[in-house]
């Protein structure tokens, strides 16, 4: 073969792998969604009062939050922890845990179903549903959990990666790569709610309408970053 048609395809086939490189390298990530967001405070984001509900400031939080404090600096850019009061007496724990970077995994959310069990709770049923919204619907998780015979805590969750709603490590993917292809790093949000009750599905009924009542007083911007919805 001609040493100038050799020298031609060997031409062609650098010029092919140069693209090939430089087209890999435009599909790594380089955008912070936490960036793109802009600063926000969670405290800001969630009301202290809203329709009947108000922060109680008397009685211990009673969270449940297994990991250290450096591991909790380490994995998430911001926590809101509060302990809601009605008029009727119950009592909400919300915790929301925010983090700014889903894509390396010593980051990602850690989720209630294995985080109970570390701090000696049994968790007795997990199961997924739908909590319908006028303002749209919500994928969540619910737990039944108990720490002996003391404690009886049922507990409701959902995660946000990026702008969606997720609640499998399929979602979590899906978004990663629907972001990535955007050039963006996605964040990721915990928003659990749990309350003491020795009646599962009273407990849950409460929480139904505790988080129906603050998705409603929340702020678009706020529900689309909180909630997943528009």
């Known amino acids: 073969m001609p040493d100038a048609v050799l020298t031609r395809r060997a031409a062609i086939a650098a010029v092919l792998m140069a693209a090939g490189a430089a087209a890999g390298q435009a599909m790594v990530p380089t955008k912070r969604l936490a960036l793109l967001r802009g600063p926000f405070r969670l405290e800001d984001l969630v009301p202290s009062t809203f329709a009947g509900w108000q922060v109680d400031t008397r009685s211990a939080s009673g969270i449940v939050n297994p990991q250290t404090e450096a591991l909790l600096n380490k994995l998430y850019s911001q926590m809101l922890e509060r302990v809601y009061l009605d008029a009727d007496g119950h009592r909400i724990m919300l915790s929301i845990a925010y983090g700014a970077d889903q894509a390396d995994d010593d980051v990602q959310l850690h989720y209630p179903e294995v985080c109970y069990p570390a701090q000696g709770f049994r968790v007795t049923n997990n199961r997924t549903a739908v909590l319908a919204l006028p303002e749209g619907d919500i994928r969540i998780r619910r737990l039944e959990t108990r720490y002996g015979d003391s404690r009886f805590e049922p507990v409701t969750y959902w995660t946000i990666v990026g702008d969606r709603q997720s609640l499998s490590g399929w979602d979590r993917k899906m978004s990663e790569i629907r972001h990535g292809l955007r050039g963006e790093i996605v964040d990721g949000l915990l928003f659990r709610v749990s309350s003491i009750d020795r009646d599962y599905e009273q407990g849950f009924r ?19 970053q909180l909630v997943g919805l528009a």
Request: glycine share 6%; net charge positive; aromatic share 6%.
């Open 206 to 224: 409460v929480q139904n309408g505790f988080i129906r009542d603050l998705v409603h007083a929340l702020t678009p911007a706020a529900r689309k």
